[in-house]
């Protein structure tokens, strides 16, 4: 670590330390601390500073409310970890050296990996995409432990673990945790591998947050998961609010199941069971043996659109849409562009939900993954439309993905029942051709908003 990085190290965890006497009172102090260590121009994040300033000063702001929330129900010791490694390592720090290394190397460098410590699961959920990698398949300790080790190189300081159930490798799991301490881990989880032992063990390493895998109420989350599963699950999301630890919530919607998992008392009940953040995920038709008309249609993607924006301004809990949300992050964010998966098999994928690739990590180093030819045709073709509402080469562009495919040579990493790419896109077309033009008027409606902002300034929600 150079001299530089550690004066900003050393004084934003010296401002950190305030918050524990006062954190109304101290927020904005911290926020000039971050302000002044910040890197010049664009890779400090001016927009976003700026965009938590102002929630910093206005008490009267839900998203005040949340930040207050956490900082009161977060153990204070886990919150500084959370902070230093994520605020501090995985953004201010890690991500202007991903920034130099793209325009060095030529290629896309990742702000996350995401990756499958194995393809074991406890349950057999309905519909799992994951289940088509079979069950028999892993990472060892020593290849997660290079990845995290070649990832940090690039200034990559945050992994995602999925599966499978990762939580079946829960002890190789902390073990991580306490070796790359600087390192921010979250996981995707069925919860029901969470007890007091492994509770604890999280609040021993302080960097390991669950985001837990729940489909609403408990009909639902036990049809689909297993009778029992649901009260499993909210044991283990009431050990970790009793110990101070944070976590999210993970939904996948789909035709099917939207009303339920959407509506204002599934919210409430996420912020009652002690969620800081939940991450909705938009029904993917991956593997052969998929269900398209699980697809949600244009309307109800419409509803999620107008949901999310809304619980944001309204409740706290911090609310994401990783399809809908494709506005905020410039559209497609795989290949690298900020993030990619590697399965248990080590097969690297530019997207967790897009199974094709020339690249295995028992073979290749990150660097080279990131140059492999599936990889750098997204590089070069992100984004994949101009309008970001529109941003998947696989849903919404469902020509895109075959063309890279059919020009890369990339192969299906699918284990069980290998799908090509024409299979796969197929089910998309009408979806695609369907969803157009209430994108469109949505993102022109985005653009007319942002005009007239721009010409009458921001407007405080409420």
């Known amino acids: 670590m150079d001299a530089s990085n550690k004066v900003v190290r050393y004084g934003l965890k010296r401002a950190f330390g305030y918050m524990e006497k006062d954190p109304e009172e101290n927020l904005p102090k911290l926020m000039d601390?971050?302000?002044?260590?910040a890197p010049e121009g664009e890779r400090g994040f001016p927009v976003q500073r700026a965009a938590f300033r102002r929630v910093i000063e206005d008490p009267g702001c839900n998203m005040h409310k949340l930040m207050m929330r956490i900082f009161t129900e977060t153990d204070q010791e886990v919150l500084k970890t959370v902070f230093e490694n994520f605020i501090l390592n995985g953004n201010l720090l890690g991500w202007p050296k991903q920034e130099e290394l793209k325009e060095k190397y030529g290629c896309n460098i990742p702000w996350a990996i995401l990756l499958d410590p194995t393809s074991a699961c406890n349950l057999h959920c309905t519909g799992c995409w994951a289940a088509e990698y079979g069950d028999r398949l892993n990472l060892t300790f020593d290849e997660i432990d290079s990845i995290i080790t070649q990832g940090k190189e690039l200034g990559v300081y945050i992994y995602i673990y999925t599966g499978g159930e990762p939580l079946v490798r829960k002890r190789d799991l902390i073990a991580l945790c306490r070796?790359?301490?600087?390192?921010?881990?979250?996981?995707?989880?069925?919860?029901?591998?969470?007890?007091?032992?492994?509770?604890?063990?999280?609040?021993?390493?302080?960097?390991?947050?669950?985001?837990?895998?729940?489909?609403?109420?408990?009909?639902?989350?036990?049809?689909?998961?297993?009778?029992?599963?649901?009260?499993?699950?909210?044991?283990?999301?009431?050990?970790?609010?009793?110990?101070?630890?944070?976590?999210?919530?993970?939904?996948?919607?789909?035709?099917?199941?939207?009303?339920?998992?959407?509506?204002?008392?599934?919210?409430?009940?996420?912020?009652?069971w002690g969620a800081s953040f939940v991450w909705y995920f938009h029904y993917m038709p991956v593997g052969n043996d998929a269900a398209p008309e699980l697809l949600p249609t244009p309307e109800q993607r419409e509803f999620m659109y107008h949901k999310i924006r809304?619980?944001?301004?309204?409740?706290?809990?911090?609310?994401?849409?990783?399809?809908?949300?494709?506005?905020?992050?410039?559209?497609?964010?795989?290949?690298?562009?900020?993030?990619?998966?590697?399965?248990?098999?080590?097969?690297?994928?530019?997207?967790?939900?897009?199974?094709?690739?020339?690249?295995?990590?028992?073979?290749?180093?990150?660097?080279?993954?990131?140059?492999?030819?599936?990889?750098?045709?997204?590089?070069?073709?992100?984004?994949?439309?101009?309008?970001?509402?529109?941003p998947c080469p696989m849903l919404e562009n469902p020509e895109r993905l075959q063309e890279m495919v059919r020009a890369t040579g990339a192969h299906s990493t699918d284990l069980q029942s290998p799908e090509t790419a024409e299979h796969l896109c197929e089910k998309c077309r009408a979806y695609a051709e369907n969803w157009a033009p209430t994108a469109e008027r949505l993102w022109n409606k985005t653009w007319d908003c942002k005009a007239e902002d721009e010409r009458f300034g921001p407007k405080r929600a409420g």
Not at 33 to 37: A, I, L, P, T
Not at 202 to 208: E, G
Request: glycine share 6%; with cysteine; aromatic share 12%.
């Open 310 to 390: 809304q619980v944001r301004e309204e409740k706290p809990i911090f609310a994401m849409d990783f399809q809908n949300d494709g506005e905020y992050v410039g559209g497609c964010i795989a290949g690298g562009r900020r993030y990619f998966h590697i399965n248990a098999n080590g097969d690297c994928d530019p997207c967790v939900f897009i199974h094709y690739s020339n690249a295995n990590i028992r073979q290749m180093s990150l660097l080279d993954v990131l140059h492999s030819p599936i990889f750098m045709a997204y590089h070069d073709g992100q984004p994949f439309h101009e309008n970001h509402l529109r």
């Open 33 to 37: 601390w971050v302000d002044r260590f």
């Open 179 to 272: 070796k790359h301490h600087d390192c921010q881990f979250l996981a995707f989880t069925n919860a029901t591998l969470i007890d007091e032992e492994f509770a604890g063990e999280m609040l021993s390493v302080k960097n390991f947050i669950p985001a837990i895998s729940v489909e609403g109420f408990e009909e639902a989350t036990d049809a689909r998961r297993g009778k029992g599963t649901y009260q499993k699950v909210v044991k283990a999301m009431k050990l970790l609010k009793e110990l101070r630890l944070p976590f999210g919530i993970s939904c996948c919607y789909t035709s099917q199941n939207l009303d339920s998992i959407s509506s204002d008392e599934y919210f409430d009940q996420m912020i009652r």
